[in-house]
């Protein structure tokens, strides 16, 4: 399961696959400063990323999923 030469084999089993069955985009789970874990695209995150962050250009995946307010939770 290879997807680029640039990444290593630990990144490549940390992608997943989003569960909103339109969209299927290739996801990786990195820590926010809270602790928790963000979903955040794939082609956004070096192979030794493992922290959330704007500014290195990572891209949460809330931003970009068409069915991203069917995953939010009630408040």
Known sequence: ??????????????????????????????????GSQVPVDADSVE???????PKRGHVSHFATCPGAAGFRRPR
């Open 47 to 53: 192979p030794d990323d493992t922290d959330y962050d």
């Open 1 to 34: 399961m290879s997807f680029e030469a640039t990444t290593t084999e630990w990144h490549e089993r940390r992608i997943k696959r989003c569960r909103h069955t339109p969209c299927n985009a290739r996801i990786v789970f990195l820590r926010s400063r809270t």
